[in-house]
């Protein structure tokens, strides 16, 4: 290369000489090649080369070792962060941005040029939860860090907007005069029967974990513990392709309509992976052709259930779960939700109120605290996050819609099974 070029010199860096000192450039990296400056190595060998803008050459490299004419007038600054010395290609990560120092031409300056995106864990956001009176409390998660926001909605939740037609599912109402109890907890009422929480992943499942989780708790309570057992959220993510898109997301009526049409195989059978993998089942096949070994042998169909119905009023809601078991709801979950650590969760004015997304979860009872009134809900994103994996949400309110969209089915127990737990067909 000819002419005049940038030398990186300038008040920030010692003196030299470096490459000079020795008087040795050398062609493959060698400890004998390298300079202590500032905090770290400079080196002067041909992994150097101008030409490939490498950061790490000495500041002498370019006149001792390629005799290029550096221009003494010209210094290129580096850049600053937290008392550390960035050269021109260097980057950092800021959360979960990343920045790279870089060197304009035109203006001779070297400045930050920084990612603008919105972090889906915030200080600020935990700092405004987290002051008395909102009832619940805030907290930045070790496994969000680095993460982004847009993809924490794309990747930790994963329910597509619902249609015209999924909202006008047919609805149920129940005609019950027995009062309903102020707390009730499936967990407490069919111990052993309700699916323990999953972790989605960074995967946009919770459509499939939520369905397969209720699905296998309504086995166990409608069989009366004959067909407890954990169905497979994968048989939705990796079968149930047609109008879905596996980890970016996937329409819940379409999921229940599979999993009635086709149903579910085991979770021992096809364990979850977070990944939309080949299916390795025909579409119409059963248990033995699959070649899962069923828990009774009169099973020999996969585990399917009835058509989704729709439940419209709090009450009815209640019922339900109390009756037959978990319900699945699709709520609005913004960047405060992530944060939650427990309490009784109501949307704060705290985050990006912009960014959103549908996120389907599976309610598994309710109760009242100090007279506020709350549904206890099971997340999907693994037992670190809140309160053991659950979460508690205001009841009543419609809070974040959780109560706008709510949907479940009866499991298909058969015949054999529900005589025997005396449950009518």
Not at 95 to 117: F, L
Not at 348 to 362: F, I, P, Y
Request: with cysteine; glycine share 10%.
């Amino acid at each position: 290369m000819l002419g005049t070029v940038a030398a990186y010199t300038g008040p920030d860096l010692p003196p030299g000489p470096f490459c000079g000192k020795t008087g040795e450039c050398c062609r493959d990296r060698r400890d004998s090649c390298a300079h202590r400056i500032l905090d770290t190595l400079c080196y002067c060998d041909e992994f150097c080369d101008f030409n490939r803008a490498h950061d790490d050459c000495c500041p002498d490299y370019l006149p001792v070792c390629r005799n290029q004419t550096v221009d003494p007038g010209f210094i290129l600054q580096p850049c600053r962060h937290r008392g550390q010395l960035y050269m021109p290609g260097q980057k950092r990560e800021d959360n979960c941005n990343t920045c790279e120092c870089v060197h304009d031409e035109r203006t001779k300056k070297t400045e930050w040029s920084c990612e603008q995106d919105t972090c889906l864990m915030s200080e600020d956001v935990v700092y405004g939860v987290n002051q008395p009176g909102l009832g619940w409390r805030a907290y930045s998660y070790p496994q969000f860090q680095g993460k982004k926001l847009k993809d924490g909605l794309s990747y930790k939740l994963g329910t597509l907007p619902l249609s015209a037609e999924t909202q006008r599912m047919l609805p149920i109402e129940y005609e019950s005069d027995t009062p309903m109890p102020d707390s009730f907890d499936a967990r407490q009422r069919w111990p052993g029967y309700i699916t323990p929480i999953v972790d989605q992943g960074w995967c946009g499942s919770d459509w499939a974990v939520s369905i397969a989780s209720i699905a296998s708790d309504r086995f166990g309570i409608m069989s009366n513990g004959a067909e407890s057992l954990v169905l497979s959220p994968q048989t939705l993510l990796s079968c149930n392709r047609r109008h879905q898109r596996g980890c970016a997301g996937g329409n819940v009526d379409v999921a229940w309509n599979f999993a009635g049409e086709h149903g579910l195989v085991e979770e021992k059978c096809f364990p979850y992976t977070a990944k939309a993998e080949r299916c390795p089942y025909q579409p119409h096949g059963d248990l033995i052709q699959d070649g899962c070994r069923p828990k009774d042998p009169r099973r020999t169909s996969r585990y399917k259930v009835g058509p989704p119905y729709r439940l419209l009023k709090e009450e009815d809601i209640m019922y339900d779960i109390r009756e037959s078991g978990p319900v699945q709801a699709v709520m609005t979950v913004y960047q405060d939700f992530f944060h939650y650590r427990d309490g009784i969760y109501r949307r704060s004015r705290h985050g990006d109120s912009k960014l959103q997304g549908l996120h389907s979860v599976r309610i598994v009872g309710w109760g009242e605290d100090r007279q506020e009134k709350f549904w206890i809900v099971a997340n999907s994103w693994g037992t670190e996050w809140g309160e053991n994996g659950y979460f508690r949400i205001a009841r009543g309110s419609n809070e974040s819609g959780i109560e706008s969209f709510v949907v479940s089915a009866f499991s298909d127990v058969t015949s054999a099974f529900l005589r025997s737990s005396g449950r009518r067909t």
